[in-house]
T-cell receptor, first 114, second 113 residues
């Protein structure tokens, strides 16, 4: 069966510090991968998605970046965090050829920028 | 562009009450529709889905019917339990390589004894 891992689970970082969040998927190959952010009391915002190694599409201009160095690894980064980067970050995967195209989500990383 | 609108929360119900969470969508094509649930402190889980008009998705006592004529996908449950307390998200996506989800803002459900 497929599983998705995210780490760390929680993170507290000062403004201006760098960020690296990691997501890995097991049990499937060539998944579509996604990063979402959920701000407090708000819905989900798609940040990045990837349909293959080295292929990254950005949905929202910001000081974040994403990379996919391996087929089942997706990394979210920032060189300098802002207060507005605080939130709950969710990684998800899907299989592109499934009719229903549902996405499967990881447990999330709660980031607090102080 | 495409969008999903959900009823504002929170929705507070007593256990065994009937639940309806409204969801309407605006779409240029014929998307698949989904309901996701998020329990406190966790990621999202797919609750149910429907891929074409008049399809009914169902799971764990929850149901939703894809209504093309009213562009709606309302979530219903006949008798809610305290364990159903969570945030519910309606979403749509199109078939395709990336299948990006467009989410509603979520509706918080609180069920009390």
């Amino acid at each position: 069966s497929q599983t998705i891992h995210q780490w760390p689970a929680t993170l507290v970082q000062p403004v201006g510090s760098p960020l690296s969040l990691e997501c890995t998927v097991e049990g499937t190959s060539n998944p579509n991968l996604y990063w979402y952010r959920q701000a407090a009391g708000r819905g989900l915002q798609l940040l990045f998605y990837s349909v293959g190694i080295g292929q990254i599409s950005s949905e929202v201009p910001q000081n974040l970046s994403a990379s996919r160095p391996q087929d089942r690894q997706f990394i979210l980064s920032s060189k300098k965090l802002l207060l507005s980067d605080s939130g709950f970050y969710l990684c998800a995967w899907s299989v592109g050829d499934r009719v229903a195209y549902e996405q499967f989500f990881g447990p999330g990383t709660r980031l607090t920028v102080l | 562009g495409d969008s999903v609108t959900q009823m504002e929360g929170p929705v507070t119900l007593s256990e065994e009450a009937f639940l309806t969470i409204n969801c309407t969508y605006t779409a240029t094509g014929y998307p698949s529709l989904f309901w996701y649930v998020q329990y406190p402190g966790e990621g999202l889980q797919l609750l149910l889905k429907a891929t074409k008009a008049d399809d009914k998705g169902s799971n764990k006592g929850f149901e939703a019917t894809y209504r093309k004529e009213t562009t709606s996908f309302h979530l219903e449950k006949g008798s809610v339990q305290v364990s159903d307390s969570a945030v519910y998200f309606c979403a749509l996506a199109y078939p395709g390589t990336a299948s990006k989800l467009t989410f509603g803002t979520g509706t918080r459900l609180q069920v009390t004894l």
